[in-house]
C-alpha cells in the first residue's frame, strides 16, 4: 500500500525567503504525482503535475522536482510572500488500472511579513 | 469557464439521518473521483467514476456510503444511518479522461454529524 509522508508538518518563514517542501513515498510505482495548496475551510488547488517521465515541473516562483527512483519529490517556492502561506500537499498517482490519488498530510507554510 | 462546484458547502444533521451531497464536474471531464478529509490529515479516496460507471470503490468504508452518476456529469455521494465519525470535508475531483489526468477539486461540503 503506497505511504506518502511531508516533513516538516509545519514551517515558519520570514518573508522572501527560499524555501523547500519534502514529500517522500514507499511505492515508486507511480504515475504522476501532484501539488496542490489547501487554504483553511477551502477546498484545494494544483499547482504542479509531474509525470513520472519528468525530473521537474516549474510555473512562476514554484519549481517541483521528482526521483522516482528514491521515492522523492520537492517543492521548491522562490522569494516567499504572505501570500504563500497555506498547507501544501502532495499527492501521488499509481501506475496500472487504479486513479485515486495517494495524499500525505500535507505541510503547513506560514509567511511572515 | 466554471471550476468542479460541490452543494451544499456545509451539512449539519442528526445521528441516524440519511444525507446527499452533490458534485457538479468541469464540463468535458469523464473521470470523478469522491475524497473524504479529516481535519490535519490529507484527503483519502473513495470513489472513481468513469463515465457513469463506478470505476473503483475500494474506498467506501462500508455499504452506508453509495455514490452514483447516472447521466455521467453530476455525481452524488449518500450516505445512510450517519454516524459521528463521518463528520469531515467531503471533496469531488474531476478530470478529463486519461490515466495521470491532473484532478481538479471542488470546495468541498463539510459534513457535521450530531
Known amino acids: 500500500k503506497q505511504e506518502v509522508t511531508q516533513i516538516p508538518a509545519a514551517l515558519s518563514v520570514p518573508e522572501g525567503e527560499n524555501l523547500v517542501l519534502n514529500c517522500s513515498f514507499t511505492d515508486s510505482a507511480i504515475y504522476n504525482l501532484q501539488w496542490f495548496r489547501q487554504d483553511p475551510g477551502k477546498g484545494l488547488t494544483s499547482l504542479l503535475l509531474i509525470q513520472s517521465s519528468q525530473r521537474e515541473q516549474t510555473s512562476g516562483r514554484l519549481n517541483a522536482s521528482l526521483d522516482k527512483s528514491s521515492g522523492r519529490s520537492t517543492l521548491y517556492i522562490a522569494a516567499s510572500q504572505p501570500g504563500d502561506s497555506a498547507t501544501y500537499l502532495c499527492?501521488?498517482?499509481?501506475?496500472?488500472?487504479?486513479?485515486?490519488?495517494?495524499f500525505g498530510s500535507g505541510t503547513q507554510l506560514t509567511v511572515l511579513p | 469557464g466554471a471550476g468542479v462546484s460541490q452543494t451544499p458547502s456545509n451539512k449539519v444533521t442528526e445521528k441516524g439521518k440519511y444525507v446527499e451531497l452533490r458534485c457538479d464536474p468541469i464540463?468535458?471531464?469523464?473521470?470523478l473521483y469522491w475524497y473524504r478529509q479529516s481535519l490535519g490529515q490529507g484527503p483519502e479516496f473513495l470513489i472513481y467514476f468513469q463515465g457513469t460507471g463506478a470505476a473503483d470503490d475500494s474506498g467506501l468504508p462500508n455499504d452506508r456510503f453509495f455514490a452514483v452518476r447516472p447521466e455521467g456529469s453530476v455525481s452524488t455521494l449518500k450516505i445512510q444511518r450517519t454516524e459521528r465519525g463521518d463528520s469531515a470535508v467531503y471533496l469531488c475531483?474531476?478530470?478529463?479522461?486519461?490515466?495521470?489526468?491532473?484532478?481538479?477539486f471542488g470546495p468541498g461540503t463539510r459534513l457535521t454529524v450530531l
Open positions: 464540463s468535458g471531464h469523464t473521470a
Open positions: 499527492a501521488v498517482g499509481p501506475s496500472g488500472s487504479a486513479r485515486q490519488l495517494t
Open positions: 475531483a474531476s478530470s478529463p479522461s486519461s490515466p495521470g489526468d491532473e484532478q481538479f
